[in-house]
């Protein structure tokens, strides 16, 4: 074919031939056809006339005569084009070759010159007529391919010319457009905008070549599921490259029921040979669509000027059929597609919106956060138990009723890229590949009681609100839209109330927080149970009334990048959605049948945690609590610095200390550089109860002594040495009593204590008392150790008074005997002004143990001490801990350091501690009845817990009904102290004024229901 705009295809009919005498004059002209047996048969064409020549009955060349209206030179033009492509010998076979030495003339019937020439036959059936597979489709695209790269580097002042069927250049048709009515004319219509937008505003990006312009169905031959020609380079031009790939699947996805296969077979190959820019991308549907737009419109044209001519709408109708199909699919989706195939990312600046969602603070979508409720996971996939039997909406919600029972929840969350059975009817059939639905669910589904209110979690503007009423879809519908910088995402709220409707209005502005509807009714939201469908969305691809709500699952690649998760937005843990383990007796029983019984259990009703982050528990149930009493997770919960510091040295090395290797050293310097200098000498170990247990030893062997003076109520770890040492342990339940070795000094407790604030001197008296007592032993025996903590844990938050310490100590060191302090609970940065709170003791020990925070819930302990203690200690029996300075411990503590002086972790327990028990004392004062005082140093507090207004009467139960309450608000606490009455506060060094707020808030519910 080879038109000019100027001239209709049909204005001058094509040669008339007399086949006798056409014979003839081949033999006469073309030598190599004399004295052969010749036949001819005529082929299907529209303006010249085709010919196989046969010879000896075996097809052997193809003779062309054009119309005579041909000029001489396009023909000549295509001879050369041909030979050139031959030049390249891996298409040399694909292109036919020319057996006439020179263009020659022939007269028809008419009398009217016409061109000849002779090309090679290549055997194979046209692809028009052959069931296509992958491996035509592949083969078809590489063909392309490689003519498109081969002739990047020819050109020919022939081939600049305008052409009718170039679809780069269809300005001509808008008018053309008006001969159509009804949908046709709007469907062309959005083609001719959409060919504006992606081609005609992008076509000075395009690369140009000379292209063949028409690999139709029926211009490539197939052999053995291979393309194996490419004819007739009579509508050859100059023009974009991108349009022979076009144009080939204009062809190629007609009748087609997968066209995404199509696409995919044909554009990848075609890509490995010719790669394909974005911006080609952006303009190659729209081609595409373009080249069908021509086929459509000349073929109407054509048929109204030679209304008897079958031939004209050989492909109108496969091409109109194709035009509705990609009209029901939006163009950007077309070009996520291909930018898919191609290597590209999905969607442009994906990653910067994604970045900016993940950081950004979303408000609460309902009057409370998701996170701090249960919440039960509603599987609708089709395997579900809860869909078995196709159960109507009352007995689905019976089921659900019965899930959300066992979960103690009320919400129910369906999940996103789930494969769902429900989506019956045609509307959810593919158009990428008619044989498959679209069935994953592209939202999370939170099921709440109909009539719930919502609140908008970030500011935007009403850009769709429309009632889809049709059954199965989601009712009342919004779409608000959220801008930043030069981006917009969308947030999609489905199922809703028609009330909305009354309250907003498209266009309408709304801030974070606003009311943006409430949850509708099975009449109003689609014959659903009531729930919202809650979806972020990318790009609305040309959506204004409504948006998927489910995609292909073999396009979920492309459906993710439109549609991300929500739970970027909700942020319920991941763990809650991967939980398929036993449900939560299971897991119980589980645990009591494996595990003794005297590891207890907090609370009546046990928390099955699945993780951590910072401050924050997570449980089974996707609740989120505030982590109060847990300073072994100092730097926060699953703190991402010490994680790779772990991982690094675990991938690195992982030995013992008889090695020399630089990361105990580096953390020893680092350690030792929050000491005072006199502590110079660490022994690594793996346990609090090992760093006590070892510090006991070490006194021993420098004392040659045994006898120990503790604290009352101390707990200083589980050896048998040292449950022996721990009053805690020894003189309650199940323990045997002090032994005669172990000396025990009151607690300096001025609330149930021997002397009271109420006593004057009451601090003295405690110290003068203890002096006495040590001085009393000192004359039976002698001492190796004092034990003790500055802050006492287990005795209840008790602050040790000022010059406690200080006067102890020298009492016990006129023995000889050593200061111990126990900084297992209390160390790293905890009591705020201090790294270490015997500092506020004006005291230097002999020996202080670490613990807990140390390894950020690493086993990681350690035993500081002096030179000399050390050198005694290193009397010939050599000191060995498997674990304890292992490379990936002293990598892990060093993280610990730096994270807290980074993040000055010590500075926020000051503050965020003072700013506690500021509050804490509001609350006491208020509530005097209960709370005879709240105590502590920085984020190490107490508060203690009595009965009516009786300071000296502790509270026990009155605790534990606190902390069971404060459970189910969310926030973790734990009781201590000799009569289990103090709330013991000590969370992680994260912690912030906002949770303290959070916790104070629900103690004064507590209290006010009193
Ligand atoms: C003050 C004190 N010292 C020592 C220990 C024992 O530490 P671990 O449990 O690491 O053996 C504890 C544990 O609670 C403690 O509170």
Redesign the pocket.
């Known amino acids: 074919m080879n038109y000019t705009p100027f001239m209709s295809v049909f204005d001058v009919d094509p040669p008339i031939i007399d086949n006798k005498h056409l014979i003839k004059w081949l033999k006469i002209n073309f030598s190599f056809l004399r004295n052969k047996l010749l036949k001819i048969k005529q082929l299907d064409s529209e303006r010249d006339i085709n010919f196989i020549i046969f010879i000896n009955n075996k097809k052997k060349y193809v003779l062309k005569i054009s119309n005579p209206s041909e000029k001489i030179n396009i023909l000549k033009y295509q001879d050369r084009l041909i030979n050139y492509l031959r030049t390249d010998l891996s298409l040399k076979s694909f292109i036919p070759k020319i057996h006439h030495t020179k263009i020659v003339k022939y007269l028809d019937k008419k009398n009217r010159e016409c061109f000849v020439r002779i090309l090679s036959y290549i055997e194979g059936r046209m692809y028009g007529d052959t069931k296509s597979n992958d491996k035509i489709e592949n083969s078809l695209g590489k063909l392309l391919g490689k003519v498109s790269t081969k002739l990047k580097s020819f050109n020919d002042i022939d081939a600049h010319r305008n052409f009718i069927w170039d679809p780069s250049n269809i300005k001509w048709i808008k008018k053309d457009i008006n001969i159509f009515t009804g949908s046709k004319k709007l469907i062309l219509l959005k083609c001719f905008s959409e060919y504006e937008k992606f081609v005609k505003n992008n076509l000075n990006k395009l690369r140009y070549s000379i292209t063949h312009s028409d690999p139709n169905n029926y211009n490539i031959v197939i052999k053995e599921n291979n393309v194996c020609g490419l004819l007739d380079y009579g509508d050859s031009i100059y023009s974009p490259t991108i349009n022979d790939l076009a144009i080939c699947l204009s062809y190629a996805l007609m009748n087609n029921d997968n066209i995404y296969l199509t696409l995919k077979n044909i554009i990848t190959e075609y890509n490995k040979q010719f790669s394909i820019n974005e911006d080609e991308i952006n303009s190659l549907i729209s081609l595409c669509k373009s080249r069908l737009m021509i086929t459509v419109v000349m073929a109407k044209k054509q048929r109204i000027k030679y209304p008897s001519n079958q031939y004209l709408s050989i492909s109108e109708k496969d091409a109109w059929s194709l035009l509705e199909k990609l009209d029901k699919i939006p163009i950007n989706f077309l070009i996520y597609i291909v930018r898919e195939i191609c290597g590209f990312d999905i969607i442009h600046h994906h990653n910067e919106i994604i970045n900016y969602i993940n950081k950004f603070n979303f408000g609460n979508i309902f009057k409370f956060n998701l996170l701090d409720k249960n919440k039960s996971i509603l599987k609708l996939s089709s395997d579900s138990p809860l869909l078995k039997g196709n159960p109507d909406n009352s007995s689905l919600k019976k089921r659900v009723n019965k899930i959300f029972k066992e979960d103690n929840s009320r919400i129910g969350i369906g999940l996103y890229n789930e494969k769902r059975k429900v989506y019956k009817g045609p509307n959810f059939i593919s158009e990428l590949n008619t044989n498959e639905r679209r069935n994953i669910h592209l939202g999370i589904d939170i099921f709440i009681d109909q009539g719930t209110d919502l609140f908008a979690p970030i500011d935007g503007k009403i850009i769709i609100l429309k009632n889809n009423n049709f059954k199965y879809d989601y009712g009342p519908t919004l779409v608000l839209e959220h801008s930043f910088k030069k981006y917009k995402f969308y947030t999609l709220y489905g199922h809703l109330s028609k009330i909305m409707f009354q309250k907003l209005k498209i266009g309408k502005k709304i801030k974070k927080g606003e009311w943006i509807g409430k949850i509708g009714n099975s009449n109003e939201n689609g014959k659903w149970l009531p729930h919202l469908h809650f979806q972020i969305i990318l790009d609305l691809l040309g959506h204004d009334k409504n948006f998927p709500g489910v995609g292909e699952e073999f396009l979920f690649n492309i459906w993710n990048k439109i549609s991300p998760d929500p739970n970027l937005i909700l942020r319920i843990p991941k763990s809650f959605y991967s939980n398929n383990n036993n449900n939560f007796k299971d897991t119980l029983k589980k645990r009591r049948k494996n595990i003794s019984d005297n590891l207890s259990i907090s609370y009546k009703k046990p928390l099955h945690m699945l993780e951590a982050k910072d401050q924050y528990f997570f449980d089974r149930y996707g609740r989120r609590y505030l982590d109060c009493v847990n300073n072994i997770s100092h730097v926060g919960h699953s703190n991402s610095y010490v994680h790779e510091a772990m991982t690094q040295q675990n991938l690195k090395l992982n030995t013992n200390t008889r090695y020399l290797y630089d990361t105990i050293n580096d953390y020893s310097e680092l350690l030792l550089s929050k000491f005072p200098k006199k502590l110079n000498k660490i022994f690594f170990v793996c346990?609090?109860?090992?760093?006590?247990d070892l510090a006991y030893r070490i006194a021993q062997t420098y004392t040659s002594a045994k006898d120990v003076f503790v604290m009352d109520n101390?707990?200083?770890?589980?050896t048998n040495a040292?449950i022996d040492l721990s009053p805690y342990k020894f003189n309650s339940k199940g323990g045997s009593g002090k032994k005669d070795y172990v000396h025990v000094l009151d607690m300096p407790d001025p609330l149930r204590g021997k002397w009271r604030y109420q006593n004057s001197n009451w601090i003295q008296k405690y110290i003068d008392e203890a002096k006495t007592v040590i001085r009393n032993k000192i004359k039976e025996t002698n001492i190796a150790c004092f034990f003790t903590?500055s802050i006492l844990?287990?005795g209840g938050q008790v602050i040790l008074p000022k010059n406690y310490l200080k006067e102890i100590f020298s009492e016990i060191r006129r023995n000889n005997a050593l200061c111990i302090v126990?900084e297992?609970?209390?160390g790293f940065g905890r009591v705020g002004r201090h790294f270490w709170s015997f500092e506020e003791h004006d005291v230097v020990p002999d020996i202080v143990?670490l613990?807990?925070p140390m390894g950020n819930g690493h086993?990681i302990?350690a035993v500081i001490t002096t030179e000399k203690i050390a050198s005694t200690f290193n009397n010939g029996m050599e000191y060995f801990n498997s674990f304890g300075g292992n490379p990936v411990s002293c990598a892990i503590g060093k993280a610990v350091l730096e994270t807290i002086d980074n993040n000055k972790l010590q500075k926020n327990a000051l503050l965020v501690g003072n700013y506690f028990l500021k509050e804490l004392k509001k609350i006491q004062l208020k509530y005097k009845k209960y709370i005879s005082e709240v105590r502590g140093r920085g984020l190490f507090l107490g508060i203690d817990i009595i009965q009516n207004s009786n300071a000296s009467k502790p509270n026990k139960k009155l605790a534990k009904l606190l902390i069971n309450y404060m459970r189910n608000q969310g926030i973790l606490l734990s009781t201590d102290g000799p009569y289990d009455n103090v709330i013991k506060i000590k969370p992680p060094l994260v912690f912030t004024k906002l949770n303290v707020d959070q916790v104070c808030k629900n103690l004064e519910t507590f209290f006010k229901k009193l």
Do not use: I, R, W
């Open positions: 346990t609090g109860s090992e760093a006590n101390a707990y200083h770890g589980h040292l903590e844990g287990c126990d297992v609970q209390t143990t613990g807990k086993p302990a």
